[in-house]
């Protein structure tokens, strides 16, 4: 009678032990299942401000008179939600007074979308304050853009520009 006792208590902790694994392994399969068609909820913009201010510049380059960054400052450089800045860029359209090939053409801004804002006006042919040491060639001025806006998504892509041209 103790052999039949102790094979049912035998099996009955196997059985257990079985039970208990197959709802182990069943959570673990729906959980897996759960992470894998889920998508990731949307997070601050993955651009750190040098990459879009490297961004920006490299949007400008082609429409600058100098081709030189160093002739070029960042005024401003921040994070905005679209709805606080998309007028600066609605009716913008390239004339082709600032020289340069034409750019694409602005995306539509989203007001609810945060963005990479960048402000870049050209520096002084000349410094002010005292006579500099020459250290190097002079800055070219940049005869035909005074200042500069961008638009980044959180990707880096240019969203928006509005060039402020000089006409002669």
């Given at each position: 009678?103790?052999t039949?006792?102790?094979?049912?208590?035998v099996l009955?902790r196997?059985?257990?032990?079985?039970t208990?694994?197959?709802?182990?392994i069943?959570l673990?399969v729906?959980?897996g299942?759960?992470?894998?068609t889920?998508?990731p909820?949307?997070?601050p913009?993955?651009?750190h401000?040098?990459q879009?201010e490297?961004l920006?510049?490299?949007?400008?380059?082609?429409n600058s008179a100098?081709?030189?960054r160093?002739n070029?400052?960042?005024v401003?450089?921040?994070?905005v939600l679209?709805a606080?800045?998309?007028e600066?860029f609605?009716?913008w359209?390239?004339?082709?007074?600032?020289?340069?090939?034409?750019?694409?053409?602005?995306r539509?801004?989203d007001?609810t979308e945060t963005?990479?804002?960048?402000v870049?006006?050209?520096q002084?042919?000349t410094?002010s304050?005292p006579?500099?040491v020459p250290?190097?060639p002079s800055?070219?001025?940049?005869p035909?853009i005074?200042r500069?806006?961008?638009?980044l998504?959180e990707?880096?892509?240019?969203?928006?520009?509005?060039?402020t041209?000089i006409?002669?």
């Amino acid at each position: 009678m103790t052999t039949a006792v102790a094979r049912a208590e035998v099996l009955a902790r196997c059985g257990y032990r079985v039970t208990v694994h197959i709802v182990l392994i069943s959570l673990l399969v729906a959980c897996g299942r759960a992470t894998a068609t889920s998508t990731p909820e949307a997070g601050p913009p993955r651009l750190h401000w040098t990459q879009a201010e490297d961004l920006a510049w490299q949007a400008l380059e082609p429409n600058s008179a100098s081709h030189d960054r160093a002739n070029w400052a960042v005024v401003e450089a921040r994070q905005v939600l679209g709805a606080s800045v998309a007028e600066e860029f609605e009716d913008w359209i390239f004339d082709g007074a600032c020289g340069g090939p034409a750019p694409q053409p602005n995306r539509s801004v989203d007001p609810t979308e945060t963005y990479w804002y960048v402000v870049m006006e050209p520096q002084p042919a000349t410094p002010s304050g005292p006579p500099p040491v020459p250290k190097g060639p002079s800055k070219v001025p940049e005869p035909s853009i005074a200042r500069a806006l961008f638009l980044l998504d959180e990707y880096g892509q240019v969203i928006a520009r509005a060039l402020t041209c000089i006409v002669y």
